[in-house]
């Protein structure tokens, strides 16, 4: 056992309007195998504090309010921090003041650095970091649905927004892609909160349960949230909005504004610059008769290219996975075939995976599985639909199907 690091006091609003962020110094010595870090205070509605910690190096990981302790060792680390040496040297723990009442927030920090010649520690790292076993390959899908497409693409059913236990959400990895594939989805991206801990997991769960597994992250500040996708390594939340457009960009991934219009998360960064894409269709869109996200992307930026995402976090809570779908027409099914038809703007997002679509094909506007829905346009509703399958020419501007009582069910730009 190393020396223990108790670190004391109390967090004030003075605090909080000072620097959100508040790091605690943490001196590694040489020879630590792990460091196990403990966060305490009183737990009530208005006290929330986020966790998350800095190596010499720089990030090694973030659980926000999910967690009140991490470990982080060589052979392994708590879910949304890095597994690698333990780097001699000043460490910090990150401490996020989300929530601190105005009488204060008393805490307390212990941080134990561990021997790395212990002969305890690796029971106590087996101990600390059991995870579920993965779940068995479902035996069945469901089929794909066989969408009107161009020559050499396939349009690919997924979700753009879901968590997993390396943020707040209560599935492993392996867990969500097993789940996708019983959702009959084909893709689905991984945006835990403010961590990449999970992308080296993405790969070998993709390839043994048969779905594509997007790299992504949850941008995740009190002035919104965003969804950057791709392998672009870990962008810094306490940076300004733009860097983290420029950051994805440079290193070929793209980047979301995230539920742009959800209460006390809804978008309000400054931005010189707009993302390439757009979280027009959230759980949150709660009666999709609304026009809201509607106005809210035709304001923000038309040109935007309209996506969609369930949020998932657990059974029970927000919206099902795949609720609403994101169709992405795609060369393949891999990382970089569905970032590419999602960069050129081949989308479309509809309420379900099994229901009603709308996409482009070939010049003309296509509506599946809608008879009797109502075809609309930026001027509004004019025409029924009659037929499974239905081909309309291809008029400018984002499209929807409508239900009689005036609820979207499908979109296309």
């Given at each position: 056992m190393g020396s223990l690091i108790t670190h004391t006091g109390t967090f004030s609003i003075d605090d909080r309007l000072a620097s959100q962020w508040q790091y605690l110094p943490v001196e590694v010595p040489?020879?630590?195998?792990?460091?196990?870090?403990?966060?305490?205070?009183p737990r009530d509605a208005a006290a929330v504090l986020d966790l998350g910690c800095l190596d010499p190096a720089g990030f090694r990981g973030w659980s926000g309010g999910a967690r009140d302790s991490f470990v982080v060792a060589e052979l392994?680390?708590?879910?949304?921090?890095?597994?690698?040496?333990?780097?001699?040297?000043?460490?910090?723990?990150?401490?996020?003041?989300?929530?601190?009442?105005?009488?204060?927030?008393?805490?307390?920090?212990?941080a134990e650095p561990l021997s790395a010649g212990s002969a305890s520690l690796g029971g106590q790292l087996s101990s600390w970091l059991a995870a579920p076993d993965a779940p068995p390959v479902p035996s069945s899908r469901p089929a794909r649905r066989s969408?009107?497409?161009?020559?050499?693409?396939?349009?690919?059913?997924?979700?753009?927004?879901?968590?997993?236990?390396?943020?707040?959400?209560?599935?492993?990895?392996?867990?969500?892609?097993?789940?996708?594939?019983?959702?009959?989805?084909?893709?689905?991206?991984?945006?835990?909160?403010?961590?990449?801990?999970?992308?080296?997991?993405?790969?070998?769960?993709?390839?043994?349960?048969?779905?594509?597994?997007?790299?992504?992250?949850?941008?995740?500040?009190?002035?919104?949230?965003?969804?950057?996708?791709?392998?672009?390594?870990?962008?810094?939340?306490?940076?300004?909005?733009?860097?983290?457009?420029?950051?994805?960009?440079?290193?070929?991934?793209?980047m979301s504004v995230n539920h742009p219009f959800a209460g006390p998360h809804s978008w309000v960064h400054p931005m010189p610059r707009r993302p390439p894409l757009l979280e027009v269709w959230h759980w949150s869109w709660l009666d999709p008769s609304w026009t809201t996200p509607l106005s809210w992307w035709q304001a923000w930026d038309p040109a935007a290219i309209p996506v969609g995402g369930s949020d998932w976090h657990r059974p029970g809570s927000d919206a099902p996975l795949g609720t609403p779908t994101t169709w992405v027409s795609c060369t393949d099914e891999s990382v970089s075939g569905v970032l590419e038809g999602l960069r050129a703007g081949r989308v479309a997002i509809s309420a379900s995976r099994d229901g009603a679509v709308l996409l482009r094909d070939s010049g003309s506007l296509v509506a599946v599985g809608a008879d009797g829905l109502v075809l609309a346009g930026p001027a509004g509703p004019y025409k029924r639909i009659y037929g499974d399958l239905v081909r309309l020419p291809g008029a400018p501007g984002y499209h929807r199907l409508l239900t009689l009582l005036g609820a979207t069910v499908a979109l296309t730009p």
């Open positions: 040489p020879g630590t195998g792990a460091l196990r870090v403990t966060l305490s205070y392994g680390a708590t879910p949304g921090y890095l597994a690698g040496p333990v780097t001699p040297g000043l460490w910090q723990v990150v401490i996020g003041l989300h929530l601190v009442p105005a009488s204060g927030l008393p805490f307390t920090v212990t969408l009107p497409a161009e020559g050499g693409l396939t349009w690919l059913a997924g979700d753009l927004h879901a968590h997993t236990f390396h943020s707040d959400g209560v599935m492993s990895v392996a867990e969500l892609a097993a789940h996708a594939v019983e959702r009959g989805l084909d893709f689905v991206a991984v945006t835990d909160h403010n961590t990449v801990s999970h992308h080296g997991l993405l790969g070998p769960a993709s390839a043994r349960y048969g779905v594509t597994l997007l790299p992504g992250q949850e941008v995740t500040t009190e002035l919104g949230h965003a969804g950057v996708l791709g392998d672009t390594g870990w962008i810094d939340f306490r940076e300004p909005a733009s860097s983290w457009l420029t950051l994805a960009e440079s290193r070929g991934g793209l």
